[in-house]
Each structure stands twice: as structure tokens, then as C-alpha cells.
């Protein structure tokens, strides 16, 4: 699931936020098979809204205020699939955040989903490099608690954030993300979604 964002400034504490939300079913193909395929279908909303938005604050709040806006949000996005998913990979992090509960912890709870954070950029925690080769992995920490991974997808390419979201543990969630990533850095689900939200944007 891909939030895709542009915005222009209105006063130093709030944005008008134009928003295009994209849920994805993503079709398991054989084991054997190595990655996940295609979409099976997908679900886009989107719509303008008026919200104060802050680096300080969790991203999953704005989220939250924008699903409660009644205009756009992810639940929105899950409700237009055809197929309810079993889970949900998110576009940012899951216990790893201060709060321990950043959008793909609070998309969990609220849709009662299991949930994966994987994000480009980490946001807290502190960890040595993983390895240069597919797979490579080592624990994101805050302080001496383990809040997620640093996972590398492909050999010798920048690593992504894994933390768990909603009803997964730590190492089953590296497991799906590698073996949804099949050619680029990101999940395959994640780079289909961002395709359709660009593409709805400059429509």
C-alpha cells in the first residue's frame, strides 16, 4: 500500500495535501516460483484535504485524520479491493517509531490485518550495514531494543527498513518482503502500487 503526497505550503503548520491512496491484491504464484507475480486487483482513492501536518508528529496520526476526514484514506483503499487481503505490506514503518506504532502498526489494528512496515528511509534506531548480498540483515535497534531490520533486497543495492506492524514477528516479516521483491530494491507490491498513484496523480 503507497501513499503518494503533493503539497504546497499554506503557513509554517499546515499543508493542503492532495493524496492518492492505492491498495493492491497481490496474487501468490507457486512456491517455486520465487516472487509474487502480478496484481490481482487494485483500489484507488483520492481526494484533497486541510490538515496540519508535522515531521514531529507520526505519520500514522495524519494518516488517521486523513482516513477520518469521510474523503480518502486506506481503509477506503482496502474497502475498494475485490479480495479481502491477508496482509497488507505498507509504504513506511511499523514499531519503528518512538511511539512503537507508525502507519503499518495502526493500519493493523484498526483494519484487524496482519501488516508489514518496509520503508526507504529509516526514522529511528541505529544499526551496523548488512552484508552486501540478497538477504543480508542486521537488527535496527533503539537503545538495546530491537525495533525492526535492516534487510538488503538485492546484492549491492541500498537496504530497506523492515519492522513489523500488526500480528508478525520480526524474521517472518524479512522473509515476505524478500520474497515479494523479485528485480529492484522494493517490494514488488510497493512499486506497482507507487506506479498507479503517479499515474492517477498526472492524469
Known amino acids: 500500500m503507497d501513499g503518494g503526497t503533493t503539497g504546497r505550503s499554506r503557513s509554517t503548520t499546515e499543508l493542503r495535501v492532495v ?8 496474487d ?19 481526494g484533497g484535504i ?4 508535522s515531521p514531529a508528529r507520526s505519520h500514522a496520526i ?11 484514506g486506506l481503509l477506503d483503499a482496502l474497502e475498494g479491493l475485490r479480495r479481502h487481503p491477508d496482509l497488507v ?10 511511539a512503537r506504532c507508525e502507519l503499518a502498526s495502526h493500519l493493523g489494528v484498526v483494519a484487524g490485518l496482519a501488516t508489514i512496515g518496509c520503508a526507504k528511509t529509516r526514522y529511528v534506531g541505529h544499526s551496523p ?13 533503539d537503545g538495546s531494543e530491537r525495533i525492526g531490520y535492516v534487510l538488503r533486497t538485492q546484492d549491492n543495492v541500498l537496504p530497506v527498513y523492515v519492522s513489523p506492524g500488526h500480528l508478525i514477528g520480526f524474521d517472518q516479516a524479512c522473509e515476505i ?27
Do not use: K, Y
Open 19 to 26: 493524496r492518492m491512496l492505492v491498495g493492491l491484491v497481490w
Open 28 to 46: 501468490r504464484p507457486p512456491p517455486e516460483m520465487g516472487h509474487w507475480a502480478g496484481a490481482g486487483s487494485s483500489s484507488l482513492t483520492g
Open 50 to 53: 486541510g490538515c496540519p501536518l
Open 62 to 72: 495524519n494518516e488517521t485524520r486523513i482516513a477520518h476526514d469521510g474523503r480518502v
Open 89 to 98: 505490506i505498507c509504504d513506511g514503518h511499523g514499531l519503528a517509531h518512538p
Open 129 to 141: 550495514e548488512p552484508g552486501p548480498r540478497r538477504g543480508d540483515r542486521t537488527p535496527l535497534l
Open 177 to 203: 518482503v524478500l520474497a515479494a521483491t523479485s528485480l529492484f530494491r522494493l517490494p514488488d507490491p510497493l512499486r506497482r502500487a507507487d506506479h498507479i498513484s503517479r499515474a492517477a496523480l498526472q492524469r
